[in-house]
């Protein structure tokens, strides 16, 4: 069982900035594909990021690509999602995943891929 911890959320304006990070509880043995995920109030969760294993593949929705950036730390057991030029459209809660791989470059961008999610943190980002 791979239990996730976030962190960093918070209150900020409009162009601010944000890094939130994620932790887990205890050490990950095999590779996982992490990701990060979101859910706005009324909303589904939807797709923010995702990081490979290796940490050589990204991937991002469109909605936050070239203002976000997600990273990984496996020596620290860590990943990260850098957010800048926030918007009011992205006051959500922030989930960070963690999924099974069997190899080092998989990237998966669907919350149903993902095994394991931390409990959420705030992101409200004030116009």
């Known amino acids: 069982q791979v239990e996730l911890v976030e962190s960093g959320g918070g209150l900020v304006q409009a162009g601010g900035s944000l890094r939130l990070s994620c932790a887990a509880s205890k050490r990950t043995f095999g590779t996982y594909g992490k990701g990060w995920f979101r859910q706005a109030p009324g909303k589904e969760r939807e797709f923010v990021a995702a990081?490979?294993?290796?940490?050589?593949?990204?991937y991002y929705a469109d909605s936050v690509k070239g203002r976000f950036t997600i990273s990984r730390d496996n020596a620290k057991n860590t990943v990260s999602l850098q957010m800048n030029s926030l918007k009011a459209e992205d006051t959500a809660v922030y989930y960070c995943a963690a999924a099974p791989v069997l190899y080092s470059g998989t990237v998966y961008y669907t919350a149903g891929e993902y095994n394991y999610w931390g409990q959420g943190t705030q992101v409200t980002v004030s116009s």
């Open positions: 990081i490979s294993w290796s940490g050589g593949s990204t």
